[in-house]
């Protein structure tokens, strides 16, 4: 059966989820148009689909205006070294940023958003990134998507350290723990990146509405599509 062409719009293709996100989705075929809102130029890969706007991620006068037409939005946006940053700026870009975004695209009128978040986000988390996570997604649940999908990786495994001796560690030992991580513990296990990237694009569109968490287990079902 011939699937509807879809037009999707990114915020954070320039991350390394988000580059994967957009690689996996040039090779689809029902993948039409492609609308990058990067702070910075994506040269990771170039494709006639492929239509670029330079803004401010975190002032949504700035994109709104490219938001209509698209019937998906993926949000791949955030700190990526958390420990570097102040709780304030972290708090501005992974929430306050995600949430003005996901309500510019509410307005637009786009049926699903998709959301990079984390395993155990919880607005009632102990641990502020958790929490701020789960108040994000809470916020995002108010609006009015007729789908909304939220990935909750554990780890993202990249083929480099791109964060300091923290990431280094994690790269050389998570992998290790896999087979130890079973039962209710799969959603810890770490993902790569590719993985994960195409996970989000091949879930795109598909024809559900409502809610949806998605953890380890999915990202390995959905990935193994064929595009």
Not at 32 to 44: D, N, S, V
């Amino acid at each position: 059966m011939t699937k509807a062409p879809l037009h999707i719009v990114i915020l954070g293709a320039t991350g390394a989820v988000g580059t994967e996100v957009v690689r996996a989705l040039v090779a689809m075929d029902h993948v039409a148009q492609i609308t990058l809102l990067t702070r910075r130029p994506f040269t990771a890969l170039q494709s006639d689909k492929i239509t670029e706007h330079h803004v401010d991620p975190l002032d949504p006068d700035s994109y709104a205006q490219h938001l209509a037409g698209h019937s998906v939005a993926i949000c791949t946006l955030g700190v990526g070294a958390v420990s570097s940053v102040s709780r304030a700026e972290f708090r501005r870009v992974d929430h306050d940023a995600v949430v003005a975004f996901g309500s510019a695209c509410d307005r637009a009128g786009i049926a699903q958003f998709q959301l990079l978040s984390s395993v155990g986000a919880s607005p009632t988390s102990g641990v502020f990134y958790l929490r701020s996570k789960g108040e994000l997604e809470a916020a995002l649940k108010a609006m009015n998507f007729e789908r909304l999908s939220l990935f909750h990786p554990s780890n993202i495994l990249t083929p480099e350290n791109r964060y300091g001796i923290g990431q280094a560690l994690v790269l050389a030992l998570w992998p290790k723990l896999t087979p130890l991580l079973a039962g209710p513990l799969r959603k810890y296990r770490g993902i790569k990146v590719e993985t994960l990237g195409r996970a989000i694009a091949q879930n795109s569109g598909l024809g559900k509405t409502g809610a949806e968490v998605l953890e380890w287990d999915d990202f390995q079902r959905l990935a193994s599509v064929r595009a």
